[in-house]
Structures are given as C-alpha cells and as structure tokens.
C-alpha cells in the first residue's frame, strides 16, 4: 500500500518523529517530487506518489535510533513492514546506503529519494559537497574506515545524480532555488 500524505503525517505523529526530523523529510519529499513529476515529463515510469511518500517517511526511523543507537534505515524498514507499506520498506530501507546500482538500469523511486535525501541539509537544499562536509563532520567521528565509506557513498550519489539530470530540463544546482 502506498499511503497518501495525510496518512504519512500520522505515521510520523504516530512514531513521535521529532520537528526537525519532520521539516528535513517535507524539504526532501518536496526535492524528490520535483524530480519525480520531471522524470514523468520525460516519459520515465516513475510513482510520483510512491516517491513522495517514500520521501516523507524516508527518516522514520530516525527519532527511536537517537536512543538505541540503532541503524534508522532498519527500523524504518520495520516501521513500513508493520504498518503494511510493503512498497515503502525497501525504499527507506536502502535511503542511506543504495545497494545494486546500475548506472544503465531502470529508474527508481530508490534513487530518487536516495539522492533527494543527500541534498537535504536539515531544512535546507544544499550541493552534494556540503552535505558530505557536514555528514563527515557529524558522523566520521575522525574515523578513517569511516570516512571512506561516506565519501564512497557520495562518490555513488554524484553517479545518481549524473543519472537522474541527464533526462532531466533542469541542473542539480537550480534545485537550491527551491530554499526561496
């Protein structure tokens, strides 16, 4: 089941997701909504409302892992399977660390929402280079393994991200626009 907005904002009231939370998962579901309704345009088979849903609860997660430390992509993987959105579960699941990319593949609303999140700085859009300066920052820890693997990740997103714009009429820096 794909749930519309309304009952996305319940979930997200339903698992106590904190404001801040909440205003960074609007900002991206407003990113991959533009993306999604654009990759439509150009006759790509997108699920505008999967993506956008996806996008809302893509974080949550996020509030109970604060406090068990536990990864926030899998319990909301958890969240989604429990609640019946068998069709958002993988995509939350997969919305930090995207697993079989294909550069050629089919377009997914995995990656959209995968690179909308990266672009999402708090409440703010942002350029992938920042938000890998602030991710390295808040969560490398000065951890070398660690550091490697989200600057790998991102490496990954600028892949998606020349995936997506190459079908799209718009580049990756008029999205900040979308801040006004």
Same mark, same amino acid.
Do not use: W
């Given at each position: 089941?794909?749930?519309?907005?309304?009952?996305?904002?319940?979930?997200?009231?339903?698992?106590?997701?904190?404001?801040?939370?909440?205003?960074?998962?609007?900002?991206?579901? $407003? /990113?991959?909504?533009?993306?999604?309704?654009? *990759?439509? @345009?150009?006759?790509?088979? +997108?699920?505008?409302?999967?993506?956008?849903?996806?996008?809302?609860?893509?974080?949550?997660?996020?509030?109970?892992?604060?406090?068990?430390?536990?990864?926030?992509?899998?319990?909301?993987r958890?969240?989604?399977?429990?609640?019946?959105?068998?069709?958002?579960?993988?995509?939350?699941?997969?919305?930090?660390?995207?697993?079989?990319?294909?550069?050629?593949?089919?377009y997914?609303?995995?990656?959209?929402v995968?690179?909308?999140?990266? $672009? /999402?700085?708090?409440?703010?859009?942002?350029? *992938?280079? @920042?938000?890998?300066?602030? +991710?390295?920052?808040?969560?490398?820890?000065?951890?070398?393994?660690?550091?490697?693997?989200?600057?790998?990740?991102f490496?990954?997103?600028?892949q998606?991200?020349?995936?997506?714009?190459?079908?799209?009429?718009?580049?990756?820096?008029?999205?900040?626009?979308l801040?006004?």
């Amino acid at each position: 089941m794909v749930p519309s907005i309304r009952e996305c904002f319940y979930l997200m009231d339903k698992y106590r997701m904190l404001e801040n939370i909440k205003a960074h998962s609007i900002v991206v579901a $407003r /990113v991959t909504r533009l993306i999604a309704h654009a *990759l439509r @345009e150009a006759e790509i088979d +997108i699920s505008v409302k999967l993506a956008t849903a996806a996008a809302l609860l893509h974080d949550i997660g996020k509030t109970s892992s604060l406090k068990s430390r536990q990864d926030h992509s899998e319990i909301g993987r958890q969240i989604c399977l429990k609640n019946h959105l068998d069709e958002i579960a993988p995509i939350v699941a997969e919305h930090v660390r995207l697993k079989n990319y294909s550069m050629n593949g089919n377009y997914s609303e995995k990656e959209i929402v995968y690179y909308a999140d990266k $672009r /999402v700085n708090h409440d703010k859009i942002v350029g *992938l280079d @920042e938000r890998l300066t602030y +991710i390295l920052k808040r969560y490398g820890r000065d951890q070398k393994q660690l550091c490697l693997a989200i600057q790998a990740n991102f490496s990954l997103c600028k892949q998606v991200q020349e995936k997506l714009f190459r079908e799209l009429k718009f580049s990756p820096e008029s999205l900040s626009r979308l801040n006004s």
